[in-house]
């Protein structure tokens, strides 16, 4: 499963909010579309649910915690997606 957030700064402290969800397909891709405008970042998580067993995911591309993540400037009805 593939959480996307929006991550916005207020001052000195960035907000991660979670908008969406999906799915990889049998090559771990995936997309998100019709995005509004916005800094992004997307937590994959091995199993169908984040918050069984402790999971920690990996956030896009390959780092292990979300301040290593690459942020990632999304316009107005853009869209976020990964290809293996």
Known sequence: M???AQSTMIGSINYVN???TTR???RGRYTFENLAAGA???AIF???SPVL???TPTFFPAASSAS???LRL???GGRFSYAA
Do not use: C
Request: glycine residues 4%; without cysteine; charged residues 25%.
């Open 68 to 70: 290593e993540a690459v």
């Open 2 to 4: 593939v959480t996307l």
């Open 53 to 55: 067993n402790g999971v």
């Open 18 to 20: 979670p908008s969406r």
């Open 24 to 26: 990889t397909d049998d």
């Open 74 to 76: 999304i316009r107005s």
């Open 46 to 48: 091995p199993s169908r």
């Open 40 to 42: 992004y970042i997307a």
